[in-house]
């Protein structure tokens, strides 16, 4: 496995997340990096984080590294924000170094947030 630091997906991640108000993510401890070489067809994207033993250890918060898979790239522009939405809804109010699960992280939701990103950068387009 090869892993890259991926700015601009970082860049679109930022965005969506204060477009959202998602103000419980530290979006400087959350990463993005993309991956080559994985054998799994099914997984286009991963969140991972630093879990509370090991923040203890290092004496550190938690962090979140977001990992986009080569699939990631064949996906459009409305499907590739979704997973960035899916992914960062696995992240707890808490940012904790915890997870949220696929109970709260569902279809319905990330698209219910997907349409709410939609409308708020079209109104955003239209009063600035
Ligand atoms: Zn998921």
């Keep these: 496995m090869k892993y890259v630091h991926a700015p601009d997906l970082k860049e ?3 965005d969506i ?3 959202l108000d998602m103000f ?3 979006i400087d401890r959350i990463e993005c990096l993309r ?3 994985s054998s799994s067809r099914i997984t286009i994207a991963r969140c991972h984080a630093l879990g509370k033993l090991m923040q203890k ?3 550190t918060n938690a962090f979140y590294a977001i990992e986009f898979l080569e699939r990631f790239e064949k996906l459009s522009r ?3 924000d979704k997973v960035i939405i899916h992914e960062l809804m696995h992240i707890p109010k808490s940012f904790g170094g915890g997870f949220r699960h696929h109970d709260y992280v569902c279809e319905r939701n ?3 947030l997907y349409q709410k990103f939609e ?3 079209k109104s955003r387009r239209f009063f600035n």
């Design 12 to 14: 679109r991640m930022t």
């Design 17 to 19: 997340a204060k477009t």
């Design 24 to 26: 419980h993510l530290e």
């Design 35 to 37: 991956s080559f070489g």
């Design 57 to 59: 250890a290092m004496k």
């Design 78 to 80: 409305k499907e590739q």
């Design 110 to 112: 990330v698209e219910l």
């Design 119 to 121: 409308n708020l950068k």
